[in-house]
């Protein structure tokens, strides 16, 4: 199954069988993304709150929680890890891909990000609804793929060897350090080694990711070789699943680093460059 869905294609599946929609809105402004989705969402959907399926215990910005959390969490949205779920946003592709990537680890077998979100839904004449959702209470069944994470451990043993490219999609600004941080006690730069692919560049005009061909000339140009298994990072885990989405497109595998740029730039005893 591909991860991405075309508004048309998701039309034809809902006539065919049940399928269930999650708006994963969020944003790093501080946008009201719950209003958004009061205001207007495909029919049928659910809300998936970032910030609420997250480690309530961590200290660091929505990282993922344990089972059990997740799965009670995916349960109240009326969601099991054996449905057809479609995850999209309104706006450009920002943090879809972050809640797709976390059901995935969780163990939904069939899910994927509708290419281009709300905004290509309507522009192909789908309906939409307002108002808050009323699912139906559902059992998931959660179980973490470890497989598809990178610890901070992980990570400084892939930049001390040299034999695990760690791709980081913030822009390039932040990577440079020529910009500061969003959040407070964190360092600007990046971790030496790292090469930058900014998430942004992998999602064209109308905020849709770009073709495989487009894809494969992006990650061609920062030099990935054609075998590796990259790590990704961003600020705090979320555009990083915009690489994971990218790379698994072509048919390539990733691990994210879920601390990212939040954990390492925050430490004392990690590693930093500028420039």
């Not at 808050?132 to 892939?158: G, K, S, Y």
Request: aromatic share 6%; glycine share 10%.
């Amino acid at each position: 199954m591909s991860p991405l869905i075309d508004a048309d294609d998701l039309m034809a599946l809902m006539r065919e069988q049940t399928v269930r929609i999650v708006d994963a809105g969020w944003r790093l402004d501080g946008t009201d993304t719950l209003a958004l989705f009061r205001e207007a969402h495909i029919p049928g959907a659910v809300f998936f709150d970032l910030e609420a399926v997250s480690d309530p215990t961590s200290p660091l910005p929505h990282t993922l929680p344990d089972a059990a959390h997740f799965g009670r969490a995916m349960g109240a949205l009326g969601l099991s890890e054996g449905d057809r779920i479609v995850v999209y946003e309104t706006g450009p592709m920002f943090s879809a891909p972050r809640a797709w990537w976390m059901l995935k680890v969780f163990g939904a077998a069939q899910v994927q990000v509708l290419n281009g979100g709300l905004d290509a839904w309507k522009q192909a004449g789908g309906e939409i609804e307002s108002g808050d959702a009323q699912p139906l209470p559902a059992r998931f069944d959660a179980r973490l793929d470890r497989t598809a994470l990178a610890d901070i451990e992980a990570v400084r043993r892939a930049l001390t060897k040299g034999t695990v490219p760690v791709l980081d999609a913030r822009g390039a600004l932040r990577f440079r350090g020529e910009s500061a941080e969003p959040r407070p006690g964190v360092r600007s730069g990046h971790m030496p080694g790292a090469s930058n692919l900014p998430y942004a560049a992998l999602v064209d005009e109308a905020g849709r990711l770009r073709g495989p061909a487009d894809l494969a000339t992006l990650f061609d140009t920062i030099g990935l070789d054609d075998a590796a298994v990259p790590i990704t990072t961003c600020g705090s885990g979320v555009t990083a699943a915009i690489l994971v989405l990218a790379l698994t497109v072509l048919g390539r595998s990733a691990r994210l680093y879920d601390g990212s740029w939040a954990e390492w730039g925050s430490r004392s005893d990690t590693p930093i460059h500028t420039g």
